[in-house]
């Protein structure tokens, strides 16, 4: 065992060029693994301070509360508006002094919540073009929170605090606040301290100045329909005085704002729970209902929001550390493998003399395992040195992401990468130890001695790993499966992945034997190399050209995948042009029927090709729904509601100007000829996407239950709004199935979801049917076409169009006086508002937020290829020292220095060629597999995806891919070239 151990020890150090590499490449891995689980845990340690961060300086709020033994509204008593919060509750002065009269209680400070529409002041049109901005509809604005207290009770992140007593309307906002404000914001950038914030309150705009802010990423205020106000946080804090000046008084009212909660800080050392039962029983003898909100309340609740998924991301990132930990391993593996399939070659002739002088084969494959294991414990302690360092580095950068500056540095990180480190050194060793038992004491001696695999086997490899390859796709597109989602999903995961990765790996020995056939001619034409020298140098260095391949395929197959499946599925998102090229939008209330033509014949408006729409966000019947859901739809696609588009069949279908229709879809089921005989004849037919069709169970014939919206519009949440009449379900029968490209997005941006909630379909009308049915007295959307110019690009811009249809609006639409006003209650922007939403501008918005989304996705892929190219330089090196004498036999014969040199970069070109083959094609296959999977399970299911190959970064991919290589096989090459003849003719 001693003499093993220094032959272990001895062997590593002589060789420690070669075993430098496999150290950094397995220390890259156990960083990476302790940087992930580190950050994770820290973030978790992060959210586990959410709770007192909730609160600030204060112990705990008491929020009154409505009585629950409260009769329900009569037969004969009308019930609140849909959607509206019902009127807060305020809190009895004597609970305000009994508090302060507390010898425990320390501080008390009332507040109090008023909704808006805010936006970052940039000019008086701030709000305004902040809800154009967005998705089109009122979006959801911080609160405003009315707050007695002088002093911060939150620890301010920059700036300082309002000043109680000034005149100036002054407030302090939350980051997260700040941060959803900017993003709607032309600058795109969020509010900071010093800017100004503008508000909007029934028919009044204020201007708030900003003076700091507070580190606050939560969501809070007023609760949904029934729930009543919970203590807000992500909001503006201003003064009490603020507070009154914003609020609308409609009798002029002079008293004092009343506070809807109570902030209590108590005194150092009292028990919140004993004060929190005392002070409950003081209450319930008052006949006072309030409730009591702890930091520790408030954490369990976000424990159990984050048990359910709803962490921002942070349980799907954590999820995703299993797929990091494996891909990372698997690149360490093959690096390792290949270091020691390196060593075999090199050393045949020493383990030949080992096997002369008594030494059994199970004494060389310990020797094998013995060098796996310093490569083990040297990259294990030089990856948890190098992750700490990254995650100090983190923390310091971004030190309000994980709650602090300071590191304690997670065990369960150090163990994992250890773990992972070792299993991984001892696989990656069994095929090497295997190779140098088997070497024999005479065959060993031979100088041309090596593992020679003859040609057959690559054939029959490609064969089986070609039936493997084909088993994915069958499970994926075989129709026989169309009903079985989740077994599809199944079969998928556990059984088509892994047999798609193992027919790559299968494959790979085969694309070898290719690019050496078909790319050595070509890299030996281009770097001035003889064909002849390049013929058989992949081939016949099999298992560590086979190592090195697979691992640069790793980090570049992911990277394929990610690109053209991430690019593939926004097909179906992006705005087709076979739809009309802008749809504009009048809200709250649209212009009166005939100013119709006015916006016809507006400058820049194809007078030609232009609809007005009847629309409408109805939502399915109960029973439907149901069914739908029965089908396999989720529960939030059958209960959202859906966009019926109401349009003169005829204009859109039959008139072609420009030799195309003015709405132009593809049918999918039915005919254009069948359907436009049903709609013609002005009854209640309709045509549906074929997402929606496939998702509900569909078909022509089938029938569609509408429920129209009651007075006022819908609410938002998982609950559905009672329609207009109990029993007055409108039916709509289907005359055709069409593919709409876009509808999804569209719908999203361009201001047609009326209420604010998702939308499950687009269905298509006849245009007085959709006008009668559900009531609508009013023009408020309209489709049609630009007048271009000769460059092709419209005539008037969308910013220009926008703001004359706007002027028309303001002219036209009067301040709406049909819902009730109360600054404290109902966010209501009187002013009308125009949605422009063309054809560039969606697809922009889709492409923008795709490429941010796919190219962060596609960074780690990129880490995994860098840490490839390490491996590259070992086998380059490695392919240098075993073909010294070669080497010098070439530079005898006159090759030059610079000669040498391209020799071995066209070595290099060949493996990256290689790895490019292998990826590309794990890459397209996996893609399209995905995509026609995420046509059963995903949530926008029912997408037909078409395979689509993003040159530009795929291209990139492939030039990282390439240079990496050449940048690996640089050094050894120099260093080759630079060494005397005579020094690479000498024997080792």
């Known amino acids: 065992m001693k003499l093993l151990l220094k032959l272990i020890f001895r062997e590593a150090w002589y060789h420690r060029s070669r075993i430098s590499l496999a150290v950094i490449a397995a220390a890259a891995m156990s960083c990476m693994i302790v940087w992930l689980i580190g950050s994770i845990d820290l973030m978790m340690l992060r959210f586990d301070q959410d709770g007192e961060h909730y609160l600030g300086n204060f112990h705990a709020a008491m929020v009154p509360q409505r009585e629950r033994s409260a009769a329900p509204p009569s037969a004969g008593t009308a019930a609140p508006a849909l959607g509206t919060p019902p009127a807060p509750l305020f809190v009895e002065p004597k609970v305000i002094e009994a508090l302060k009269k507390n010898d425990l209680v320390m501080q008390v400070s009332g507040a109090v919540q008023i909704r808006n529409t805010m936006a970052k002041y940039t000019d008086e049109e701030s709000v305004l073009r902040r809800q154009r901005a967005g998705t089109g509809v009122p979006m959801g604005s911080p609160t405003i929170i009315g707050i007695d207290a002088a002093e911060p009770p939150f620890e301010l992140e920059d700036g300082k605090w309002f000043d109680a007593n000034a005149d100036e309307m002054q407030g302090v906002i939350g980051t997260g606040a700040a941060g959803s404000l900017g993003i709607w914001g032309e600058e795109q950038a969020p509010v900071k301290t010093g800017d100004s914030v503008a508000v909007r309150i029934d028919q009044k705009e204020f201007k708030i100045k900003i003076t700091g802010t507070v580190e606050q990423k939560l969501g809070g205020g ?38 809807q909660y109570l902030y209590v800080r108590l005194r150092d050392g009292v028990n919140v729970k004993q004060f929190k039962e005392t002070w409950e029983q003081y209450l319930a003898s008052e006949s006072i209902t309030m409730k009591f909100i702890a930091a520790d309340d408030i954490q369990e609740s976000l424990n159990n929001q984050r048990g359910r998924g709803n962490t921002g991301g942070l349980v799907s990132g954590a999820a995703s550390l299993n797929s990091v930990i494996l891909f990372t391993s698997l690149v360490s593996i093959l690096i390792v493998f290949t270091a020691l399939s390196m060593g075999i070659s090199e050393r045949t002739r020493v383990f030949a003399m080992l096997r002369t002088v008594g030494m059994s084969r199970r004494q060389i494959a310990a020797l094998v395992f013995g060098e796996s294991i310093i490569l083990c414990l040297l990259g294990w302690g030089c990856g948890i040195a190098a992750g700490w360092f990254m995650l100090q580095l983190s923390v310091w950068l971004q030190p309000g992401a994980f709650g ?3 590191v304690n540095f997670p065990m369960t990180a150090i163990i994992t990468a250890g773990t992972a480190a070792l299993i991984g050194s001892l696989l990656a060793a069994v095929i090497p130890a295997l190779r140098g038992a088997s070497i024999q004491p005479l065959e060993g001696m031979n100088r041309s001695y090596g593992v020679s695999v003859r040609k057959i086997w690559f ?39 892994p047999s798609q990765i193992a027919g790559c790996v299968l494959i790979a020995p085969a694309a070898v034997l290719l690019v050496e056939k078909l790319f050595a001619p070509l890299i030996a034409c281009l770097l001035c190399v ?9 081939s016949s260095n099999l298992w560590r050209t086979l190592g090195t391949t697979i691992a640069l395929s790793i980090g570049l197959g992911v990277y394929s995948f990610l690109e053209i499946a991430g690019y593939s599925m926004l097909v179906p998102f992006t705005h087709s042009e076979k739809l009309p090229d802008t749809l504009a939008a009048f809200l709250p209330k649209g212009l009166p029927l005939e100013d119709i033509d006015t916006v016809r014949n507006l400058n820049g408006v194809d007078a030609k090709r232009f609809l007005p729409i009847a629309l409408e966000q109805p939502l399915f019947e109960q029973g439907q729904a149901q069914q739908f859901q029965t089908n396999g739809m989720s529960p939030m696609q059958a209960n959202a509601g859906i ?69 006022g519009g819908m609410g938002r949440g998982n609950s559905r709004p009672s329609p207009l009449a109990s029993n007055s379900s409108i039916e709509y029968e289907i005359a055709g199935v069409v593919s709409i490209p876009g509808w999804l997005w569209m719908a999203k941006l361009s201001g047609i979801r009326k209420y604010g909630y998702r939308s499950g379909a687009m269905l298509l009308a006849p245009y007085e049917t959709v006008k009668n049915d559900f009531r609508l007295k009013d023009a408020a959307y309209f489709w049609f076409d630009r007048t271009l110019d000769a460059s092709g690009k419209p005539v008037v811009s969308d910013t220009d169009l926008e703001l004359a249809l706007q002027k028309l609006a303001d002219n036209r639409i009067g301040a709406r006086d049909d819902v009730p006003h109360s600054s404290l209650t109902t966010p209501l922007i009187s002013r009308p508002m125009v949605k422009v ?26 880490i995994l290829l860098a840490v490839s ?21 070439l530079r005898s014969l006159g090759v030059t220095r610079f000669g040498l040199v391209r020799l071995i970069l066209a070595e290099a070109l060949l493996i990256s060629l290689t790895a490019i083959v292998v990826s590309l094609g794990f890459g397209i296959i996996g893609a399209w597999c995905f995509i026609g999977l995420m046509k059963y399970v995903s949530f926008f299911g029912g997408f037909v995806s078409p395979l689509t190959i993003p040159v530009y970064y795929l291209s990139a991919g492939l030039i990282v891919t390439i240079t990496m290589c050449l940048l690996a096989a640089m050094s050894p090459a120099i260093t080759a070239g630079r060494t005397e003849p005579a020094e690479l003719l000498r024997e080792h």
């Open 643 to 711: 966009v019926i588009f109401g349009l003169d069949i005829a204009e859109a279908f039959d008139k072609r100007e420009n030799g195309r229709p003015f709405v132009d879809v593809r049918f999918t089921e039915g005919t254009l000829g069948e359907a436009l005989q049903k709609l013609k004849t002005g009854g209640r037919y309709c045509i549906v996407p074929d997402s929606f069709a496939f998702r509900a169970g569909l078909h022509i014939g089938d029938k569609v239950k509408l429920l129209p919206p009651g007075p």
């Open 530 to 538: 003889r064909k002849e020298l390049l013929a058989n140098q992949l």
């Open 837 to 862: 939403s063309s054809h560039d501008y969606l697809n922009d918005r889709v492409n923008s937020r795709a490429d941010q989304v796919i190219q962060a996705a596609a960074k780690m892929p990129l």
């Open 459 to 497: 054939v029959l490899f490609a064969v089986i790993g070609t039936l493997l390859l084909t088993l994915n796709p069958v499970i994926v597109y075989y129709e026989a499966l169309a009903k079985g989602g989740e077994l599809r999903q199944f079969l998928y995961t556990y059984t088509g992945l």
């Open 404 to 406: 602090g500056t300071s």
């Open 222 to 259: 007023f609760g949904m329909p029934g729930a009543g106000i919970t203590p807000a946080v992500g909001a503006v804090y201003v003064s009490m005085k603020t507070a009154e000046k914003l609020r609308v008084n409609t009798a002029d009212d002079k008293s004092p704002l009343p506070f």
């Open 869 to 889: 190219s390490i491996g590259m330089m070992g086998t380059i090196a490695a392919s240098v020292r075993t073909r010294r004498f070669e080497l010098g036999v």
